[in-house]
């Protein structure tokens, strides 16, 4: 065998922190939008003015308790925001995913692995091999240092995610962390042998990583819903309007555009106008991202905004992804805690995206649940509805056939007593 050079020609993809920065705003909320731009206006002399929000409007939107049809919105903690995204993952092994989630399950509150791989591997009764398989699987999802086993690694892996090469930040967290917090660029690049310009990259990418990415999925609880647009009729067609903190307009100081500027203040004027540059293309990004989403939702929902929740349709992130051309992931970040109002009320958009009951029905899941929900609440007390006989409404009123044993399921997801303990608790309460 002879040692030969060959040039492949391929192509990568690589993420800029512009690209960084459009991904992270795709996935803010309107309001978080518009915090997020007062916070960059307060460091940029450039911004005059963030377009202000109309709080009167935001004010009608105060959060009351959930509805059946809104049982998709439950607070979800950080364990269950990871394991609903593990469709992202392309498993060829299944067996892995029992392992995936006990993982989920051993990561503390900041996000950290808070067990051993060798204790894992004998809890899940695996070979370390595969729990180092099931890790790197965990530090795929979202937020980029989920997983991590220590502060290095979380860096790295967010590092990893801006597609910046560096094999010596485990010596420079551990032995230059003072270096790092002087931004001492000049010193790090003559002890790392790199040049002074990758130095000051490497400083600012890591002041854009999160050191408890954890804390980006925590659950919190808020005062009002904000909806980032209304679906409404408006004679016999549908539209969609955008709320104006959805996408929150930059107002330019023209004063700096006025002064013929030299030297470091020509240099500083020209960053600043780079990073509003920047920001703009984010928002617009996100803006036609989330259109694009909202507007095959209403395409492919049209029955549910015509006649109510009991019409709504079955519909997957894999189909949206398919109808625009865009990443599952970008689909997910873009949907992220966003509401519309609808004559229905305000809902998230992931309400929008139902599971089917069972293959070919063409049924969602949603609508069994109301439905059976319904059929409790009207029925004889003195003589409740058995699951058999729940099935068996099901086909005659709305000519949907399911299994006796998806009627057990949804019930008990619901939190609904089977027909004998219902006509226990009514033999009691008499």
């Given amino acids: 065998m002879k040692q030969k050079l060959v040039i492949n020609q391929s192509l990568q993809w690589k993420m800029n922190q512009s690209l960084y920065q459009s991904i992270e705003i795709l996935q803010l909320t309107g309001m978080e939008l518009y915090d997020y731009m007062k916070q960059v206006a307060e460091e940029n002399p450039l911004i005059e003015e963030v377009q202000p929000i109309d709080k009167e409007l935001i004010s009608q939107f105060r959060t009351t ?78 937020p980029a240092g989920i997983g991590a086993r220590n502060l290095t690694e979380c860096i790295q892996l967010q590092l990893n995610q801006m597609n910046i090469e ?42 854009l990583c999160h050191p408890k990415p954890g804390k980006l999925l925590s659950p919190t609880k808020t005062e009002f ?5 209304s679906i409404y009729k408006d004679d016999t067609e549908w539209k969609i309007s955008f709320f104006n903190w959805s996408s929150p307009a930059i107002q330019i100081n023209s004063d700096y555009s006025k002064h013929d500027l030299d030297g470091e203040a020509a240099s500083f004027v020209k960053k600043k106008q780079k990073e509003v540059d920047m920001l703009q293309q984010a928002i617009d990004y996100r803006s036609s991202t989330l259109e694009k989403v909202i507007r095959i939702i209403v395409e492919k929902q049209l029955p549910f905004f015509e006649r109510g929740p009991k019409m709504l349709k079955p519909l997957t992130l894999s189909e949206l992804s398919a109808q625009l051309d865009l990443h599952i992931s970008t689909i997910s970040r873009a949907i992220r805690q966003k509401y519309v109002q609808t004559a229905h009320g305000v809902l998230p958009l992931k309400y929008f995206l139902q599971r089917e009951v069972q293959k070919g029905a063409g049924v969602a899941s949603i ?14 007390k003195s003589k409740p509805l058995s699951d058999q006989k729940i099935k068996q409404l099901m086909e005659e009123r709305y000519q949907i056939k399911i ?20 006509k226990g608790a009514q033999d009691n309460e008499e």
């Fill in 65 to 142: 308790d959930y509805s059946i049809d809104e049982m998709n919105t439950a607070e979800q903690s950080l364990y269950d925001q990871l394991k609903s995204n593990l469709y992202v993952l392309e498993l060829e092994d299944k067996s892995l995913l029992p392992v995936i989630v006990f993982g989920i399950d051993s990561l503390n509150e900041d996000g950290y692995l808070d067990i051993t791989m060798e204790d894992w591997a004998y809890y899940c009764e695996v070979e370390l091999t595969t729990v180092e398989r099931a890790l790197s699987y965990i530090q795929s999802l979202e």
């Fill in 166 to 207: 560096a094999p010596y930040i485990s010596s420079l967290m551990n032995e230059g962390i003072t270096l790092l917090a002087e931004e001492n660029s000049h010193q790090i690049a003559l002890n790392y042998g790199i040049t002074e310009e990758a130095a000051q990259k490497l400083i600012e990418s890591i002041k």
């Fill in 225 to 229: 819903i904000i909806p980032e647009a």
């Fill in 367 to 380: 609508v069994i649940k109301q439905l059976l929900k319904e059929l409790v609440d009207l029925e004889d």
């Fill in 403 to 422: 299994a006796r044993r998806t009627i057990v399921k949804y019930r008990e997801e619901l939190q609904i007593a089977s027909s004998v303990k219902r």
